[in-house]
């Protein structure tokens, strides 16, 4: 393997590889040295062996969605009696639960809910924030944006600028799959969001101000040459405009979905981790997906690249769905992250260090399973949605005769 | 190449798992290649549907649970040996080592004419013999052997320690005194759920394991308990074999979803040549 030798080599000397050469070395290089590589990187970016996590609460406020990308086991059409949409006063109570367990932000996202306006967004976003002062939104991923930029007919910076001054902190980078038409037209995500779309709505975020993830949802059609593609699109803005603070890559996850298959296996995910570590010399974090590799294949990303351990779960909607529910509270993160060698430090959305384990602080409640948006058989619409116009026939019939 | 003893407690000491997982893959090269086997296992129960014929795609049937009496265990392994007579190639397997030492003390039999007298009804294996748990491991082992049945697979019920050097340096003396052991699967059985173990701990475990107890021909991982994800780390680590895979070809799911295609896509994922086959080792053909 001479050329992989030599290209190793580079990486190991911090040196940018092109499109051909990561793919080269992806497709020849044993895994153990891809792992080493993206250990390599990770080492050089955090020298002090510091990894970190969030404590937040993954919140989806609606599951109605027109979008109907084949791979969501998430999603409830318009109209559907399984549909949903979280009241203020339910968000409220999530967010008093996450600050109980020293939480910091709310992950805030949702389906393409056509009955949900703008202003729907910038009051949530108020009465959070004038509740809370100090509690971090990290809402609405750029197909959302897209979304309400079509319902309210306003352009993507306009709607950007509206959720700021209404109180929006960061963008999550939810809905990116695999920034490649060819594949977005296969999986029906083309529509809520081409790839250029996508990464215009995070250039327009980043050119106002926030701060952004990225994220990739790899192993469902895309080739490997896709993946890697993605990878230099997110590297390009990256360069361009410095607004991402972190990546996250996570399989697709089969079970109750339309497209159906298989799940691409722990090894391809350690694979792609590394690769994405090693593409991404721009990123300064990347995040391991226990919540759907598992806790063991979590932690293992550690000597695969990653630096940060995410979220400490404490509710998750969508992956739960698609047949993923594994759950670690504070005191599992911490112990994975300690037991991996590395030491362990909360952060908030910026990647700043907020300080060591809350529980080593003070007594917070374990939790050992995750929560979801509502119980099961909860069928309430919140009256504050009479306030607001509905646009399909079923939510127009629902706020004429409220329940 | 042999490792020194200095050299092990740091390995075992370090968190650097990739090379302690790459020394571990040359060692499991050098024995087996990229082939690495699997079986699938159809399990009935001791005291399950007498009627119940197991699943015609299995290499290993294993009678579980834990025996009431020797009667009936001895009447379970008739049962289900009259039901699978008919298919050549299918080895059965039963019992738990530990269970039949306590059987044996209960019932004040000697654990060879209990052995024998399961040998007699049509077993074939003993399913697992779980060294933590075992009152006199090289002695029943080798009763196993007199008795002419052989053993499936070595196996941890609980980890005694942290540590993981003692135990395998203990696995790998006691086959240098017996010498049958086929198989050994090194991760626990059982686990406490509110601290479970870690994928670093269950890969520098299966990597040490492979590399210390050089005298078993294969460190093998269980399927159905470890789960696909971890179960296929640890064959790039040193595992070469896969128990525990459903011998049920459900389709409900896909076909690429069914237990066969998912393990051998698993393990060609792992840039390995997946070998099906049976209880007694022997490659299936199809
Ligand atoms: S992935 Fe998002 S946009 Fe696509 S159907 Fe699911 S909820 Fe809607």
Known sequence: MPNITGLSERVRAGERLSGDEALELYRQAPTALLGRLADAVRARKHPGGIVTYIIDRNVNYTNVCVAKCNFCAFYRPVGSPEGYVLGFDELFRKIDETIAVGGVQLLLQGGHNPDLPLTWYEDLFRAIKARYPAFKLHALSPPEVIHLSRLSQLPVPAVIDRLIAAGLDSIPGGGAEILVDRVRKLLHCYGKATADEWLDVMRHAHRAGLRTTATMMYGTVETDAERLEHLLRLRDLQDERGGFTAFITWSYQPANTELGGSEATGVDYLRTLALARIVLDNFDNLQASWVTQGGKVGQLSLAYGANDMGSVMIEENVVRAAGAAYCMDEVEIVRNIEDAGFAPKRRNMHYEILGDPIFRERDVPRMLELATARADGDTSVPDELMNYPARSRAAKQLRIIPN | ?286
Do not use: C
Request: charged share 25%; net charge negative.
């Open chain 2, 1 to 286: 190449m042999t490792v020194s003893d200095t050299e092990l407690t740091s390995l075992a000491a370090s968190h650097d798992i990739i090379s302690l997982g790459m020394l571990a893959d040359d060692a499991r090269r050098r024995r087996h290649g990229a082939r690495t086997t699997f079986v699938r296992v159809a399990n009935v129960a001791l005291a399950g549907d007498t009627a119940q014929t197991p699943s015609p795609l299995a290499g290993e049937v294993r009678i579980v649970g834990t025996p009431a009496s020797r009667a009936a265990a001895v009447e379970r392994v008739a049962q289900v040996a009259a039901a699978i007579a008919g298919s050549r190639g299918v080895a059965l397997s039963g019992f738990s080592l530990a269970d039949l030492e306590e059987l044996s003390a209960r019932e004040g039999v000697t654990l060879r004419a209990l052995l024998e007298e399961l040998r007699a009804a049509g077993l074939e294996l003993v399913a697992e013999a779980p060294f933590d748990r075992l009152h006199d491991a090289r002695r029943s082992i080798e009763e196993v052997n007199i008795a002419g049945l052989a053993l499936a697979r070595l196996t941890i019920h609980q980890l005694p320690s942290p540590d993981p050097l003692p135990l395998l340096k203990a696995v790998a003396d006691l086959q240098r005194a017996v010498a049958v052991i086929r198989a050994f699967a090194p991760l626990p059985r059982t686990v406490n759920p509110a601290v479970p173990t870690t994928g670093y701990e269950d890969v520098t475990r299966v990597a040490l394991a492979r590399v210390i107890v050089d005298n078993v021909a294969s460190i093998q991982v269980d399927w159905s308990l470890y789960g696909p994800k971890l179960a296929q780390v640890a064959l790039t680590v040193g595992a070469d074999d896969v128990d525990g895979v459903s011998a049920e070809d459900d389709m409900t799911e896909g076909r690429r979803r069914a237990p066969l295609e998912e393990i051998r896509r698993n393990i060609r994922a792992a840039n390995q040549e997946p070998v099906e086959r049976n209880g007694r080792f022997d490659v299936v053909v199809r």
